[in-house]
Each structure stands twice: as structure tokens, then as C-alpha cells.
């Protein structure tokens, strides 16, 4: 595409599009295809990409596999609105690997995922109470954007609503507590204990892992109490390891909603648990009163599906996870040398598998730690690594089993130069 071209497309994408994006990155850059770790613009510019989508293409763009699985299945028909054999044996594949599901529910969204687990817990417990963690992310229902990221403090448990156009009555049903404080949350449930439906928590939240110990506090405060613990794995089902945070952090939850890796690239996410809650789902075993309605035109259609399992497969490879902490922690291990011997105060947050940078010299521990970063110097450093042929998001790298030894070299050299243009 010459200049002339992507003007034109870059003027196309502000008439017809709000902002003139997809609601999700910056509208200056137009993806055109991607290959492995790897991708290119509509002008050509080819980046090293830890986008990846926001997460899906933990195996990499195209692969070969998941590729052929969906042509394959393309050839046969997308979707049906009913059940299909690859659907069933995803669900089956679900069971097998995530150490708290019993049974899968099938939906297309992480944030249909996240809304249909609370609702789930609600349905269980007859409660109607959510306990949600400041800067948790889960998804874009109302319940899920209160204290997403407010931009002044709030007293907690009040939650915050970061949206317009949500009712203020649900701000009587949410509960807020800081991450990684588990005699907060004990506070809490004590004394919202009768109207607790559920506690819903990232096990690795945004780019902040949790404290030793957090986790299985709070596997035991909610056990101990009688509500369901929900583990939003959209982010690290399947990518932190192949049981997800679960196997990872050694902590079951009651519910947990899965997407992003499970979808192979395709729209598909999962809400799955014990039997006894996701008999919500099943009229036959709950009654009239008690059933769930979940109906979703692509719901577990066969071609997600058949990505999903073909990624799935590449990931049960041997060594596929250790390459991928690997990965990660050279490039962890960089960046943080590289901001040490510039002088530039930084924390490296996260897991091998997602990271990024905090312009601060505290180290984060939740997300109000988050807001003592340089907002500033963090956009600047992300526009230099753009302009070096670096995609992230704003706050995440996200590392695939397909970036290279190459991918790795050329990313430390763009970080360099970066840092030295900092420092000007």
C-alpha cells in the first residue's frame, strides 16, 4: 500500500469508525498480517509483536497447524447453533487440564465469560453481592468496569464506576478490596458474609502477581464462609501453564472463566467449575426457578473450537512452557538491566509470560501502586519502542512460543535505543 492508500484508510477508519478505532489500541497503526511472532503494517513496517492480539496467539500468528484445523473445518461450515463434535471435545480438553473444571459452559467473549460466571455465583448462593478487586479486569459489564481504574482513590469497599452509562444501582451490589491484602478481604466477608454471592480475582492481576501466601488466603477465608471463589483466567488459562494459574499458583477456585489462548485466535471463551454450581445451566437438574438462560448465537462453534484444540495440542508439546518462561525471563531479566544501568527507576511486574515495566521505584504490589508509575515516561518509551519496530500494549508484553532468539536480540537492541532517547 503506498502513502497515498493508507491516508486514505487512515481517513476511512475516522469517518466511519468512533475515534477511529476498534475501541482497543490506537487507531495510527493498521495491521495487516502477522506470522509467527511477527507483524506487519499496512505500509509495510514489520514489528516484533508482543500484542499478540492482546494474548490469543500464544503459539504464534498462522501457525501451521491451527491454520490447516480451521481450513479444514471452514470447508465443512462455521457454525451450526448446535452441538458439534469439536466443541464437545474442546469442553472434554477443558476438564482434563483446568484442575477446577468439572463442566464448561461455552460463550464468545471474555466478558460474556466473566458476567455469566458472577451471575453463576449469584444463581448458587441466592445472594447478590460481588466482592471485586480494585484494578481487577473482567471484561466490560457493568458489574466488572466499577473500580477498573479510577482515577482518584476511592474508599473501600466503594466501588467506582470508570464508564458512563451505568446504572448507580449496581454500585449497591459490588464490594471493593485491594489486591494482595487478605485481612481486607477477611474484613469484608465478615461483615458482608449473609450477602456475598461470590469473590471474583485475576490470580495474576493486570501485570501484578500475588503476594506468597494471598491466594490460598483466600482460598481459605471464602471456603471457610461459603462462597464460591472465581478465578478469571481469560489472561493466564493456558499460558501460564497448561492448568493455567490453578497449576501455576497451586490454588483451585470454585469457578473460573477461561478465553484469549483457549479460542486459538477465533472468538470463544468458557465458563467452567464445579457441577454442582454450573447445574445453573441445566434446567432439568434446577428447576424453572433456578435455571440460568446462556444463549449465544456462536457459542462454541466448530471453527474456535478447532483452533482452540489445535493450539491446545502445540501447547501439550514437551518443553512448549518451558520455552515460553525462558523467553520471558531473558527479557525480563534485560529490560530491568538495561533501566538499572540508565538510572531510570523501574519495577519489572509480572510473570515470564506477561510483564511490563512500572516507572517507579516502589515495587507494585496493587494497583494503586500501579498510579505511582510515570504515566508519562511509560507512553513515551511505548511510542519509542513503536517507532523501533517493537508492538506491545499499553501495558503488557505478552511472549509467544513463537518469538525467537532473533525476536529476543532485536527487542533488547530496540530497548536500548529507547532508553538512551529517554535519557535526552
Not at 459452559?105 to 451471575?119: I, K, N, T
Not at 501447547?315 to 525471563?329: F, K, M, N, S, V
Request: proline letters at 6%; hydrophobic letters at 45%; a negative charge.
Amino acid at each position: 500500500m503506498d502513502q497515498a492508500d493508507d491516508a486514505d484508510l487512515f481517513e476511512t477508519a475516522r469517518r466511519v469508525l468512533p475515534g477511529g478505532t476498534f475501541g482497543n489500541i490506537a487507531g495510527d497503526i493498521i495491521i495487516r498480517e502477522g506470522k509467527a511472532g511477527r507483524v506487519w503494517d499496512e505500509s509495510g513496517k514489520e514489528y516484533v509483536d508482543y500484542l499478540l492480539g492482546s494474548g490469543p496467539m500464544l503459539v504464534g500468528h498462522a501457525h501451521p497447524k491451527v491454520t490447516a484445523a480451521a481450513q479444514a473445518q471452514i470447508a465443512r461450515g462455521t457454525t451450526f447453533f448446535a452441538n458439534n463434535r469439536l466443541g464437545i471435545e474442546l469442553a472434554e480438553a477443558i476438564v482434563a487440564a483446568v484442575p477446577c473444571a468439572e463442566q464448561v459452559r461455552f460463550v464468545s467473549s471474555g466478558s460474556e465469560a466473566d458476567l455469566y460466571a458472577m451471575r453463576t455465583a449469584r444463581a448458587f448462593t441466592r445472594r447478590d453481592k460481588i466482592l471485586k478487586f480494585e484494578g481487577g479486569y473482567h471484561g466490560m459489564s457493568d458489574y466488572s468496569l466499577m473500580s477498573l481504574a479510577p482515577k482518584r482513590s476511592g474508599n473501600f469497599p466503594l466501588p467506582v464506576p470508570d464508564s458512563a452509562g451505568i446504572p448507580k444501582s449496581v454500585r449497591e451490589d459490588m464490594l471493593i478490596a485491594p489486591f494482595n491484602d487478605a485481612d481486607a478481604v477477611a474484613g469484608l466477608v465478615r461483615d458482608h458474609k449473609d450477602e456475598l454471592a461470590a469473590v471474583i480475582v485475576e490470580p495474576l492481576q493486570r501485570i501484578i502477581p500475588p503476594q506468597p501466601g494471598f491466594l490460598p488466603a483466600l482460598r481459605k477465608i471464602t471456603a471457610d464462609n461459603g462462597i464460591p471463589l472465581i478465578f478469571d483466567e481469560v489472561v493466564t488459562g493456558f499460558r501460564l501453564a497448561y492448568g493455567g494459574a490453578q497449576e501455576y499458583y497451586g490454588v483451585v477456585p470454585d469457578l473460573c472463566t477461561l478465553g484469549k489462548v483457549v479460542g486459538g485466535g477465533f472468538p470463544l471463551a468458557a465458563i467452567a467449575g464445579r457441577a454442582e454450581i454450573m447445574a445453573h445451566f441445566d434446567k432439568a437438574k434446577v428447576g424453572d426457578d433456578n435455571f440460568l438462560v446462556q444463549i449465544g448465537t456462536l457459542s462454541g462453534n466448530p471453527l474456535a473450537a478447532a483452533a482452540g484444540l489445535a493450539t491446545l495440542d502445540i501447547l501439550r508439546r514437551p518443553g512448549a512452557y518451558e520455552q515460553i518462561h525462558t523467553t520471558g525471563r531473558e527479557l525480563m531479566a534485560a529490560l530491568g538491566r538495561l533501566l538499572k544501568e540508565a538510572g531510570i527507576p523501574a519495577q519489572i511486574s509480572g510473570e515470564p509470560p506477561l510483564f511490563d515495566v512500572v516507572f517507579s521505584p516502589e515495587r507494585v504490589r496493587d494497583y494503586r501502586g500501579t498510579l505511582a508509575g510515570d504515566a508519562t515516561l511509560m507512553r513515551r518509551f511505548n511510542a519509542l519502542l513503536r517507532e523501533r519496530g517493537v508492538l506491545k500494549g499499553e501495558s503488557k508484553y505478552y511472549i509467544s512460543l513463537a518469538h525467537t532468539d532473533d525476536d529476543i536480540a532485536f527487542t533488547i537492541a530496540a530497548w536500548q535505543s529507547a532508553i538512551a532517547a529517554l535519557k535526552e
